[in-house]
């Protein structure tokens, strides 16, 4: 990634999208289940600990069931949805901000008729995700609201 001191906003993209800033498959190499998800890294250095990242969930897509030893800070630009937050689903729109803290399970959503698009703060240098083993999904499916969250994919 190049240090660019100013990263522009492409606003004639059909999606949100930054100009020069190659759009990336979500995950590679991995069985973790997401549907229709890319990122677009926008700032990392050396020299600082954090990486700002936007995720770009069409309609009806998801992130990954998963959960980290670092915390993150998702900070919604557009579009609606629903998180999972620990045992909590929350409905998200534009300028909400979500503190996911660290070793909880969470999974981002779009809603069935919109986009999400999310900025992500995380550490730069992370630990890799753990997805639920089917103890922790039991866990997680023994709370309503949560067990619904789930229903409608594979995780």
């Known amino acids: 990634m190049s240090d660019k001191t100013v990263r522009r906003f492409d606003a004639g993209a059909e999606s949100f999208r ?78 909400d901000l979500v503190t996911v803290p660290p070793r909880t399970w969470h999974q981002f959503r779009a809603a069935a008729n919109a986009p999400l698009g999310f900025l992500c703060m995380v550490d730069a240098e992370r630990d890799r995700p753990e997805l639920p083993d089917p103890h922790a999904l039991s866990q997680l499916r023994a709370v309503p609201a949560v067990a619904e969250f789930l229903a409608s994919d594979d995780s």
């Open 18 to 95: 930054w100009e020069d800033v190659p759009v990336l498959d979500y995950k590679s190499g991995t069985a973790a289940p997401f549907r229709d998800i890319t990122r677009q890294t926008l700032f990392k250095r050396a020299d600082l600990r954090g990486e700002l990242r936007y995720f770009e969930v069409a309609a009806g897509g998801y992130s990954t069931l998963e959960r980290h030893q670092h915390t993150h800070a998702v900070l919604v630009l557009r579009g609606m949805g629903t998180c999972l937050v620990g045992t909590e689903v929350h409905r998200i729109g534009a300028f």
